[in-house]
């Protein structure tokens, strides 16, 4: 990989005794957990349950699954929905769902491709354990967004589900080593309902860039530049609107981007650790995956801004022309090295811009490397100039989504006839809406809407 220029010559091992960081960032996300940090910060929204969809499920589970039966057996959910205001006539819709496959997992919970059998349409279903001691906040999230590049929420709503057979004997092992309270605890589980699980039915996306990029890698080939500009834009394209209602996603990453592989239409997808930011209000350092994560929250930042966004989208551009991740850190230490070694050491100030507090600044002094030297000489300039726009340690020097997408490199997805080839018409890139450009200056705007679409639109 380029990254491994002439200014990369130390090794990590010495570079890593000058970077005195900021203890927080780095610890595991257990102990995060463990030192209440993660809890206080999942604790400021209101209760996840008291949602205003007025949904209620009706669905009982004749046996409960782990995960591994989840990936055999199909699971069946009836839901009811009330249309319109219940407290007057209102009218009950009755929507039934049944799985077909698991297509994501993790420690978020699991995924489904599943059709919804009252409209024959297929559907994702993410199904998420609702944890007492945490706030889902994307539920809520969900119903703020609507945009033409971010996954939409058809419907959503909640189901109880047993507990296994192996949680159901820890659960009374642990009972019976208490006799005091044995009695107590037993009629607790008889009358336990089970967990809780939170269902989001969104549109099924078929693809991610994740595996488009993995494909094309495996076959010895690099992503078509013209797919590469086109997921760049929708993606500053969806990240502008969400920052624009404040929103933050926080793991913007190759697996998070969904695109339909007939269209090349993309979408931005998991919502799991996104928040909205409010000024003065302290936020977790330890988020993002790792070789996607702004160095100001490896710097310990807990007043950082949507900026974070903008910096994963030029590592998965970055990503995406290179064939490999830019910054591959094997552990949050090594990943501020990586960025070292090609943005070379932080100033004081940029230190500073990335958080005021930090007071420690003994690092060894790295030149940066030249963009051409990393991605060598034929990745187009414009390319460069937009990764130099973005990955930078300044968060405030960084493009914001729609200056992202009004650089020149995008002029070709401009261009009146530009197709995918076969005549497939490009994805929708130009039908901005009112609250997508308000406060977006009229040269701005001219440069995000072509002439030719500025006529149609008369």
Same mark, same amino acid.
């Given at each position: 990989?380029?990254?491994?220029?002439?200014?990369?010559?130390?090794?990590?091992?010495?570079?890593?005794?000058?970077?005195?960081?900021?203890?927080?960032?780095?610890?595991?996300?257990?102990?995060?957990?463990?030192?209440?940090?993660?809890?206080?910060?999942?604790?400021? /929204?209101?209760?996840?349950?008291?949602?205003?969809?007025?949904?209620?499920?009706?669905?009982?589970?004749?046996?409960?699954?782990?995960?591994?039966?989840?990936?055999?057996?199909?699971?069946?959910?009836?839901?009811?929905?009330?249309?319109?205001?219940?407290?007057?006539?209102?009218?009950?819709?009755?929507?039934?769902?049944?799985?077909?496959?698991?297509?994501?997992?993790?420690?978020?919970?699991?995924?489904?491709?599943?059709?919804?059998?009252?409209?024959?349409?297929?559907?994702?279903?993410?199904?998420?354990?609702?944890?007492?001691?945490?706030?889902?906040?994307?539920?809520?999230?969900?119903?703020?967004?609507?945009?033409?590049?971010?996954?939409?929420?058809?419907?959503?709503?909640?189901?109880?589900?047993?507990?296994?057979?192996?949680?159901?004997?820890?659960? /009374?092992?642990?009972?019976?080593?208490?006799?005091?309270?044995?009695?107590?605890?037993?009629?607790?589980?008889?009358?336990?309902?089970?967990?809780?699980?939170?269902?989001?039915?969104?549109?099924?996306?078929?693809?991610?860039?994740?595996?488009?990029?993995?494909?094309?890698?495996?076959?010895?080939?690099?992503?078509?530049?013209?797919?590469?500009?086109?997921?760049?834009?929708?993606?500053?394209?969806?990240?502008?609107?969400?920052?624009?209602?404040?929103?933050?996603?926080?793991?913007?990453?190759?697996?998070?981007?969904? #695109?339909?592989?007939?269209?090349?239409?993309?979408?931005?997808?998991?919502?799991?650790?996104?928040?909205?930011?409010?000024?003065?209000?302290?936020?977790?350092?330890?988020?993002?995956?790792?070789?996607?994560?702004?160095?100001?929250?490896?710097?310990?930042?807990?007043?950082?801004?949507?900026?974070?966004?903008?910096?994963?989208?030029?590592?998965? #551009?970055?990503?995406?022309?290179?064939?490999?991740?830019?910054?591959?850190?094997?552990?949050?230490?090594?990943?501020?090295? /990586?960025?070292?070694?090609?943005?070379?050491?932080?100033?004081?100030?940029?230190?500073?811009?990335?958080?005021?507090?930090?007071?420690?600044?003994?690092?060894?002094?790295?030149?940066?490397?030249?963009?051409?030297?990393?991605?060598?000489?034929?990745?187009?300039?414009?390319?460069?100039?937009?990764?130099?726009?973005?990955? #930078?340690?300044?968060?405030?020097?960084?493009?914001?989504?729609?200056?992202?997408?009004?650089?020149?490199?995008?002029? /070709?997805?401009?261009?009146?006839?530009?197709?995918?080839?076969?005549?497939?018409?490009?994805?929708?890139?130009?039908?901005?809406?009112?609250?997508?450009?308000?406060?977006?200056?009229?040269?701005?705007?001219?440069?995000?809407?072509?002439?030719?679409?500025?006529?149609?639109?008369?």
């Amino acid at each position: 990989m380029a990254a491994g220029g002439s200014s990369s010559s130390a090794q990590p091992e010495k570079l890593m005794k000058g970077l005195q960081l900021d203890k927080k960032s780095l610890t595991s996300t257990s102990q995060e957990v463990g030192n209440g940090q993660m809890e206080i910060d999942m604790r400021n /929204e209101a209760s996840v349950l008291n949602f205003t969809c007025a949904l209620d499920i009706c669905s009982h589970i004749s046996s409960s699954l782990s995960l591994f039966n989840a990936l055999k057996h199909k699971q069946k959910y009836e839901s009811y929905r009330f249309e319109g205001d219940p407290n007057e006539v209102g009218h009950v819709v009755t929507t039934r769902y049944e799985t077909q496959r698991v297509v994501g997992n993790g420690s978020f919970g699991v995924v489904y491709k599943a059709l919804c059998t009252t409209t024959n349409q297929t559907v994702a279903i993410k199904k998420v354990l609702q944890d007492k001691r945490f706030k889902n906040r994307e539920l809520a999230i969900m119903k703020l967004l609507r945009h033409t590049n971010v996954v939409h929420m058809r419907h959503s709503f909640y189901h109880h589900q047993q507990r296994d057979n192996k949680q159901q004997q820890r659960e /009374e092992n642990d009972n019976n080593n208490n006799k005091d309270n044995n009695n107590r605890n037993n009629e607790t589980n008889r009358n336990d309902p089970g967990e809780v699980y939170l269902n989001l039915v969104l549109d099924y996306v078929p693809d991610t860039v994740y595996r488009i990029s993995k494909q094309h890698n495996q076959a010895g080939e690099r992503i078509p530049i013209l797919y590469v500009k086109l997921y760049a834009y929708q993606m500053a394209r969806g990240l502008a609107a969400i920052h624009k209602i404040g929103v933050c996603h926080r793991d913007i990453k190759p697996q998070n981007l969904l #695109v339909d592989t007939q269209t090349h239409a993309l979408k931005i997808c998991d919502f799991g650790s996104a928040k909205t930011l409010t000024p003065g209000e302290p936020n977790i350092s330890y988020i993002c995956s790792r070789y996607y994560r702004a160095p100001e929250l490896m710097f310990g930042s807990t007043d950082y801004s949507t900026a974070i966004d903008v910096w994963s989208v030029g590592c998965v #551009v970055a990503e995406l022309l290179l064939g490999a991740p830019l910054f591959p850190g094997d552990s949050g230490i090594d990943q501020l090295v /990586e960025i070292i070694k090609i943005l070379g050491t932080p100033t004081r100030e940029e230190i500073l811009s990335m958080n005021p507090n930090y007071r420690e600044f003994k690092f060894p002094h790295i030149k940066a490397m030249k963009w051409e030297n990393v991605f060598g000489k034929e990745v187009e300039k414009e390319a460069l100039e937009v990764i130099a726009n973005v990955l #930078v340690y300044t968060p405030t020097n960084r493009f914001d989504g729609l200056q992202f997408c009004a650089h020149e490199w995008f002029d /070709e997805l401009r261009q009146e006839g530009k197709s995918l080839g076969d005549n497939k018409p490009l994805p929708p890139l130009f039908d901005f809406t009112d609250e997508e450009l308000k406060g977006v200056d009229e040269s701005l705007r001219r440069k995000l809407i072509p002439e030719w679409v500025r006529r149609q639109n008369r």
